[in-house]
């Protein structure tokens, strides 16, 4: 005598429910040897068919799911920690910072020194042209 019988159908046994080809327990808290036989005889008995369906569907995701756990695992160790990350980022932040107050200081020398030339040039063609005027007031003076 058996402890478990599978079946060609769904067994319902109080709460719980068991798929095809699942092993139902056979005793007086289980399923009776008569109605085992009953469920034999209307569905007949239990066969494991090779190369089944459903088994094979469930070997295909089975070894999906082993790929993409293994792919997981060789993204997890390829990716910097999250600290690592955050320091890169604030270390970054900080040059950008340091890069930001040069490049104000240097258009500050840089328009200062603009003002400068122009003042300087200014100050150039004034020297400029008083040479001129002496030059032309020396030039009026020895001809008169």
């Known amino acids: 005598m058996a402890n478990t019988r599978k079946f060609n159908t ?3 046994l109080g709460s719980k429910t068991y798929a095809p080809g699942e092993d139902v327990p056979i005793s007086k808290n289980g399923l009776s040897e008569a ?3 009953n469920l034999d005889q209307i569905f007949g008995k239990w066969r494991a068919a090779e190369g089944d369906a459903v088994d094979k569907r469930f070997t295909a995701l089975t070894e999906e799911r082993d790929t993409l ?4 695992t060789a993204l997890k160790a390829e990716a910097k ?3 690592d990350l955050k320091a890169e980022r ?3 932040a900080e040059q ?3 890069l930001t107050s040069e490049r104000d200081e240097l258009t ?3 328009d200062q020194a603009l003002e400068d030339n122009a003042t300087l040039s200014e100050a150039l063609k004034a020297l400029q042209d008083e040479e001129k005027g002496d030059d032309a007031a020396t ?3 020895s001809k008169a």
């Open 81 to 83: 920690p999250l600290a």
């Open 96 to 98: 950008v910072r340091a």
């Open 90 to 92: 604030d270390n970054l």
């Open 69 to 72: 756990a293994d792919q997981v």
């Open 108 to 110: 500050k020398e840089r």
């Open 35 to 37: 109605d085992a036989d």
């Open 10 to 12: 769904t067994v319902k």
């Open 139 to 141: 030039k009026d003076g």
